[in-house]
């Protein structure tokens, strides 16, 4: 009969310990998010627990307190609203992970997509380990910085639209408008 040394045993009591760990895949979306609540440390072992579909983001708040366990790790795919989202859950004892968009794209089988399955995907993608954890996070003066040239963007946008508006209104009306180009007058 094979003896083995107490070393060689102890180490393979420590390799069949598996941590296991609840990993929540979601999917985000401005107005709404979808997420798969799994456990186990590896994707051969993962278990779908509960799948959540098409809640609002308004309730994000109730869903990281009340319907996940406490310190899961939540992995997302980077998108417009993640990095706020994904701080909330931080200020909640949760490990977040946001995911790159190019590394998750790659995964992805556009012939079944929809939100179920793209939560689940980010849970996956996370737990095989092809997850880079590298994406940088904005600090908030870089998210202030953000904001601000957003808001400029759009009030941009909103008034070249108001002018085109104007302008358009005018010609319809056979009505000629007086433009100064380098302080000189073109009809």
Partial sequence: MLRLSKEVMYTMKKQNQVQTQHVIGVDLHSNSFSAVLTIGSSLGNMEVVRNFTKLSTADWEFFITQ????????????????????????????????????????????????DAKDALRAAKVYLCGLADENVWIPDESTTIRREILSAYSNAITDCTRCVNRIKSFLTEH?????????????V
């Fill in 67 to 114: 319907q996940i366990p406490a310190r899961s790790t939540i992995v997302c795919e980077a998108g417009c609203n993640s990095f706020e989202l994904m701080k909330a859950a931080r200020g909640c004892q949760h490990k977040t992970v946001v995911l790159s968009s190019i590394k998750v794209g790659q995964i992805a089988r556009a012939y079944c997509k929809n």
């Fill in 174 to 186: 056979n009505i000629r408008y007086r433009q100064k180009i380098n302080n000189r007058e073109k």
